[in-house]
């Protein structure tokens, strides 16, 4: 299948709207009952995370940093020390920046980057190179698009910092032996379960009720849970997502390999000294291996092995087994090889048909909605960008600013950035078997000789044969790899050396930075207002070859970084980035304007829209590089009374630098509505014509989820203590 069908491979979903009408007012706006349902039960656990990796520990904090209860389960009874995913996007960076450190503390204690920055294709990790790619620009590091580069470190490493992050914010790590003084039945939140099992969901009108299972003593147990929201982290075997019955659409069994989780210092030091990367893929005449370096300077790799059952089993992997691969691949002894743990997997790509379902109360996010080839690694990344777009969703409904509607717009905004990063990733992952298919070693035809063995006259054989059958049509291939073949002066290994110098210089091989697609990607429809005349494009298709991040301010996009000094409300003037202006502790819209007359009218429009609808809001006034000191001062007088605003200034890197609406691709006349995960609501390009105060009121209805703009009757509805006056019909169509 092509990329395109890949892509239209996917439909979306027609949902079902509910209408509601307000007697005798005769409004509507989308699900206000159950709105009502996931404020009203004061007794209930707020949100139940079900999955305590890297997107589920992510999630929990960024609820907690709203003021959103929640607590976490987690079916192992310990957190996983497998290296897993390890390369953390700019997008994903960006994110970690608000969260208390986080990024620093990446940055500290990851490898420096000279030691991860190549990707290394060889005969073995001491023979011949084959060719190499850096995959770092010098521009990746000069924080000119973002305000923080990209992080190669280890899945684990991050889960240990995250666990410490919610523990130092009041957080329980409870096991099974000392659940003892918790109700079974209703969770206060800030705890984490582990050991505990999604076994069955239930959903009513006022809560979800999760049946866990958990073994004491032994003896196999379970407990009910109510929550007001249920969340679905728990990965790509998710148990949330089959029992709510959910299928994944996608292309299944692109790959079967073992992983071989493994220490060896003395291999480290090796690679440190003499030729550092991230990856090394290693082809020659006895096997064939990926090794991922997660970490050189401590000697912690991860080895991945093509993998092909049921000719192939686990025995035939075992940890004495596994070494003398390694040394294979390594092409020299090695004294202190640590073999940890052996896995095998499947690489599928996959995404969930609904991200969203049981009248808005159950939500997938991660590996539990999208199931990605690691090749770019786009799958943790994804998953934490998910969290990211749903946590000020989920508090806007629970502290009861937005409609449960405005739930829905977790999935119409993130289905679509899956489908497009499945294919992708998909598309990378056939790039990295180009390398292979030019030096002789086809995967599609190894692949096709299995499945003949499988399903053909080989099934008929004996599985000995069957396993001696494939063993030797795998080492005639590698065969091609002996140096007699591939070496300059024999020409058909001349023919594919060069093709495979071709491949490199072209960037036609794996790739390992998307900056269009990492920083690029936009929301066309959701919790946002269209440009007016915005047409809405098809899907563009991934092109496979790394392409800059070009910044705008369209609706939907992230918002641009540029450095900024702040010049009021604060004890002093400092520098920070466009992005840090924008809250992380509450569910607050942001303005940036220019300090223009109609904009400061804007401004104060804004500022009462936003108290109507209950939602906090702030106003930046953004100046030029070039204004003089002190002219920022009568914003006070301009703005009263409202006070949550500050002034800034651009701080530009050289003089011939854009201006910050140039950079956002508009003018000085223009505005930006910022929602609190840093994606653009709502822009005006103009002069608003008409009255301010009524268009926003318009953005803000449309961008939180109500039908009418017209929402005083709501608003005095809300504000009623008797409610018998007032009789809500639901209708659905």
């Given at each position: 299948m092509g990329v395109s069908g890949f892509i239209e491979g996917f439909s979306f979903l027609q949902r079902t709207k509910p209408r509601i009408r307000f007697l005798p007012y005769n409004i509507q706006c989308r699900n206000f009952s159950s709105s009502k349902i996931l404020n009203g039960n004061d007794s209930l656990l707020p949100v139940l995370i079900v999955g305590a990796g890297p997107v589920g520990l992510v999630l929990s904090i960024l609820l907690n940093k709203f003021g959103v209860q929640c607590s976490v389960l987690e079916k192992n009874k310990g957190f996983s020390q497998h290296p897993q995913a390890h390369f953390i996007n700019n997008r994903t960076m960006e994110v970690f920046r608000k969260l208390d450190g986080l990024a620093e503390e990446i940055q500290r204690s990851q490898p420096p980057v000279n030691l991860w920055r190549k990707f290394i294709y060889c005969t073995s990790l001491t023979g011949p190179i084959l060719g190499s790619v850096d995959h770092m620009?010098?521009?990746?590091?000069?924080?000119?698009?973002s305000p923080i580069s990209v992080a190669h470190f280890s899945q684990y490493k991050l889960t240990r910092i995250l666990v410490k992050m919610l523990e130092n914010l009041g957080f329980g790590i409870h096991t099974i032996e000392d659940l003892e003084g918790l109700d079974p039945e209703t969770l206060r939140g800030r705890e984490i379960l582990m050991g505990h099992e999604c076994v069955s969901i239930d959903t009513t009108d006022e809560c979800v009720t999760t049946t866990v299972s958990f073994s004491k003593e032994g003896k196999p147990l379970t407990r009910k849970i109510k929550s007001k929201i249920l969340i679905g982290a728990d990965g790509a075997g998710s148990a949330?997502?089959?029992?709510?019955?959910?299928?994944?659409?996608?292309?299944?069994?692109?790959q079967k390999l073992v992983s071989v989780h493994f220490w060896s210092k003395e291999l480290g030091q090796y690679l440190l000294n003499e030729r550092p990367g991230m990856l090394f893929f290693i082809f020659?005449?006895?096997?064939?291996?990926?090794?991922?370096?997660?970490?050189?300077?401590?000697?912690?790799?991860?080895?991945?092995?093509p993998f092909y059952p049921p000719q192939q089993n686990l025995e035939d992997f075992n940890p004495?087994?596994?070494?003398?691969?390694?040394?294979?691949?390594?092409?020299?002894?090695?004294?202190?090889?640590?073999?940890?743990?052996?896995?095998?997997?499947?690489?599928?790509?996959?995404v969930a048909e609904r991200f969203v379902c049981g009248n808005n109360q159950i939500m997938l996010c991660g590996d539990?909605?999208?199931?990605?080839?690691?090749?770019g690694g786009f799958g943790m990344n994804t998953g934490i960008q998910d969290a990211h777009n749903l946590a000020w969703k989920i508090a806007s409904v629970l502290k009861g600013v937005a409609p449960s509607s405005i739930l829905t717009t977790?999935?119409?905004e993130r289905k679509p950035i899956a489908v497009f990063n499945t294919a992708l990733s998909v598309q990378n992952f056939r790039a990295a078997m180009a390398v292979p298919a030019t030096l002789g070693l086809d995967p599609t035809v190894a692949n096709s000789v299995h499945q003949v063995i499988n399903k053909g006259v080989g099934s008929i054989l004996p599985s000995g044969m069957q396993k001696a059958i494939l063993d030797g049509i795998f080492s005639i291939g590698r065969s091609q790899l002996s140096g007699l073949i591939l070496n300059e002066n024999n020409p058909l290994g001349s023919s594919r050396l060069a093709k495979l110098r071709h491949i490199f210089e072209e960037g036609k091989s794996l790739q390992l930075q998307f900056p269009a697609e990492d920083l690029g990607f936009r929301y066309l429809e959701g919790a946002l207002v269209p440009d007016s005349k915005d047409v809405v494009p098809a899907p563009e298709l991934p092109s496979g070859r790394r392409r800059d991040y070009v910044p705008c301010a369209d609706p939907g996009s992230r918002l641009p970084h540029m450095n900024v000094k702040v010049l009021s409300n604060f004890p002093s003037e400092e520098t920070i980035s466009t992005h840090d202006l924008v809250s992380v502790d509450k569910v607050e819209f942001l303005l940036i304007i220019a300090p223009m007359e109609e904009s400061y009218n804007l401004a104060r429009a804004a500022f009462k829209a936003a108290k109507e609808y209950k939602v906090s809001s702030k106003v930046c006034m953004l100046w030029p590089a070039d204004t003089i000191t002190g002219f920022h001062r009568g914003s006070k007088a301009k703005l009263?009374?409202?006070?949550?605003?500050m002034d800034a200034i651009e701080v530009k890197r050289s003089s011939d630098s854009l201006s910050w609406w140039r950079t956002c691709q508009m003018t000085e006349q223009g505005a930006i509505l910022v929602r609190p995960d840093e994606h653009i609501a709502w822009r005006s390009k103009s002069r608003i014509v008409g009255d301010p105060y009524a268009k926003m009121k318009m953005v803000f209805s449309t961008i939180l989820g109500f039908k009418s703009t017209s929402m005083e009757p709501y608003l005095e509805c809300l504000k009623l203590q008797d409610f018998e006056y007032w009789s809500v019909v639901l209708f659905y169509a």
């Open positions: 620009h010098p521009k990746d590091f000069e924080k000119v698009v949330v997502r089959k029992l709510v019955g959910i299928e994944l659409k996608g292309e299944k069994d692109l020659n005449t006895e096997s064939i291996g990926v090794l991922v370096a997660h970490d050189l300077t401590q000697g912690e790799f991860i080895l991945q092995i004495e087994i596994c070494k003398k691969l390694i040394l294979k691949l390594v092409g020299q002894e090695l004294s202190d090889i640590d073999v940890i743990d052996i896995k095998p997997w499947v690489m599928h790509a996959e539990a909605a999208h199931r990605f080839p690691p090749a977790y999935e119409t009263a009374p409202w006070k949550n605003y």
